[in-house]
């Protein structure tokens, strides 16, 4: 049952993230960080229970924690790259907004064939259970995590820039009125 239901997991997974990814949306101070607490508690469970049940008949190997350190090491330059491809604009509001394009969409399926791939890796060299699958939270949360930072970074350059461009001084921005007649100065 479980070669069929973690490929489907992931796979759900990433669809839904795609999808929050492709709508524009503001860019919040804390919000990302949130949903990435709550993957990585969740990823801290599963891979206990991955090494659980990879350690149930044998230790783990040298090459099997090396595999898993590297699977979560390859999120970070994933979540670089995504995040050079998520457009930050300024809304009509001054507030920066956001949204993914089809070229974040593509390497965001990529990030999970690397993980699938990474995992099925781990799961040989481990020669049994399922601790390979087990490193999907964590290997979100630190992707999206990288991700939503930069992301967050870009926006907060872009509110700190001025809306309009700076008049040099004494360029008069309007034309100037009398206020006792009313008249152009």
Request: overall charge positive; hydrophobic content about 50%.
């Amino acid at each position: 049952m479980h070669t069929t239901a973690g490929p489907a997991l992931a796979l759900l997974v990433v669809a839904l993230i795609v999808r929050r990814q492709l709508r524009t949306r503001p860019v919040r101070a804390a919000a990302p960080l949130i949903g990435t607490a709550v993957l990585g508690v969740l990823g801290v469970v599963a891979l206990t229970f991955g090494v659980a049940s990879a350690t149930a008949h044998h230790p783990l190997t040298a090459p099997t924690v090396a595999l898993v350190v590297l699977t979560l090491a390859l999120a970070v330059p994933l979540g670089v790259v995504r995040a050079r491809t998520v457009r930050v604009w300024r809304g009509p509001d001054g507030g920066a907004l956001r949204k993914g394009t089809a070229l974040t969409t593509a390497l965001w399926l990529g990030s999970a064939a690397v993980h699938a791939a990474m995992a099925q890796w781990i799961d040989h060299t481990a020669t049994g259970g399922l601790l390979g699958l087990s490193t999907l939270h964590l290997y979100l949360a630190v992707t999206y995590t990288v991700q939503a930072l930069l992301v967050r970074r870009r926006a907060a350059r872009l509110t700190a820039e001025p809306a309009e461009p700076a008049e040099p001084a004494g360029t008069p921005t309007d034309t100037a009125t009398d206020t006792a007649t009313g008249a152009a100065a």
